[in-house]
């Protein structure tokens, strides 16, 4: 269904309509693998291209079979729970359609690992590279043992996983972030990690917040590299509030879309810096254009992911992005992303 037609509804309504429609695969294919230039690698994963589709849009692993058509290079479900969670009382998705930006407090509504885990247990080769993103339940008494359950019950059944302690709307969970409390957790799942997988470790990011002061991600660089994490996705949603115009601006939640690009891709650059290009970053936060996804790869992105553009511009997205990303490597005679990647640095 065209997104001009999902947008004439509200929008949590229409997110359950497009997880419908591709859970039963009712899209055109796109191929993902059109743009030879665009192959790359993230984390040792090959990926036909640098697009993945942001976690949060299926988050229950149900609209794998039509997303897996769209030509994203990868894809991650969740965030996922350990147990089933509502979320926050509706609405809590709101449009700021003059900004073409998103504000949710959806406040984790997940299905649980247990149902997630049978659907991904169902999972095609064809569907790519796939990944998972997990969380802790608001009602935990032991966040960290919530982690480690996610990550023994998706590890064996998807190629990365995604630690996400970056949402802005469950209280206390961005304060995994720091210290003593990301040490801690970042320990208890390496060491999960070691006890799992016969065929080799299998990559595990880290999702942060934008909202983070200098010095907070500065020592939050320096605990994931020490921890021996593999990649940071650069980031989640905001809390602040740019200048923005739509009239739901001073909605509670977590903004994302293009006013997000520029405070998202300036972190980045200075991840890049602080990791010294040591440790992969995945860009994110306001990709609507090739022109975007190319300035996030300059700031130092070996992959990217959006979510926010899918909706306002719907599948076509995936295509716009990438060729005209082809096109201003070709521009510049990159021969390819890696050769790319921190070139503003
Ligand atoms: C409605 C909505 C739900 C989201 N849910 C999650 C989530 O469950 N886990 C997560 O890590 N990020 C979640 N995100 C954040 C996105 O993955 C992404 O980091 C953010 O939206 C910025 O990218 P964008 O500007 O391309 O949307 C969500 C975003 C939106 C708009």
Redesign the pocket.
């Known amino acids: 269904m065209p997104s001009r037609t999902l947008h004439l509804l509200p929008p949590e309504a229409a997110h359950r309509l497009a997880i419908w429609g591709l859970g039963h695969g009712l899209v055109g294919r796109q191929p993902a693998d059109a743009w030879p230039r665009l192959a790359t690698c993230l984390c040792g994963l090959s990926l036909p291209n640098p697009l993945g589709l942001?976690?949060?849009?299926d988050?229950n692993a149900e609209a794998l079979p039509g997303l897996a058509k769209l030509g994203f290079g990868w894809i991650e479900i969740?965030?996922v729970l350990p147990r089933p969670q509502a979320g926050n009382p509706k609405p809590r998705?709101f449009r700021l359609r003059q900004d073409r930006a998103?504000i949710?407090r959806?406040g984790?509504n997940s299905q649980g690992l247990e149902r997630v885990r049978a659907r991904l247990a169902g999972r095609k080769p064809s569907w790519g590279v796939i990944g998972a993103?997990i969380?802790a339940n608001r009602d935990s008494t032991d966040p960290v043992q919530d982690y480690v359950s996610g990550l023994r019950g998706v590890y064996p059944l998807v190629d990365y996983v995604?630690i996400?302690v970056?949402?802005p709307n469950t209280p206390g969970l961005r304060e995994l972030q720091h210290g003593g409390r990301l040490e801690a957790l970042l320990a208890a799942l390496m060491e999960t990690r070691a006890g799992l997988g016969p065929d080799g470790p299998k990559p595990i990011l880290l999702?942060i917040a934008p909202d983070l002061e200098q010095d907070q991600e500065r020592a939050m660089a320096e605990t994931a590299m020490a921890a021996g994490i593999d990649g940071l996705?650069v980031?989640?949603?905001t809390l602040a509030r740019p200048d923005l115009r739509g009239r739901h601006r001073d909605q509670a939640g977590?903004l994302?879309?293009p006013p997000?690009m520029a405070i998202?891709t300036a972190q980045l650059a200075r991840l890049h810096r602080l990791t010294q290009g040591k440790l992969p970053l995945v860009g994110?936060?306001?990709?609507a254009s090739g022109a975007d996804a190319y300035a996030k790869v300059r700031a130092g992105a070996s992959a990217l992911?959006?979510?926010?553009?899918f909706?306002y511009q719907g599948p076509g997205v995936v295509r716009r992005v990438l060729g005209e990303l082809d096109a201003l490597l070709a521009r510049d005679r990159h021969a390819s992303i890696a050769a790319t990647v921190g070139s503003d640095a």
């Open positions: 942001a976690a949060g849009f988050k969740g965030t998705i998103l949710n959806l984790f993103n969380g995604t996400n970056s949402s999702k996705i980031g989640n949603t977590g994302s879309g997000l998202s994110v936060g306001g990709i992911q959006l979510y926010t553009g909706i």
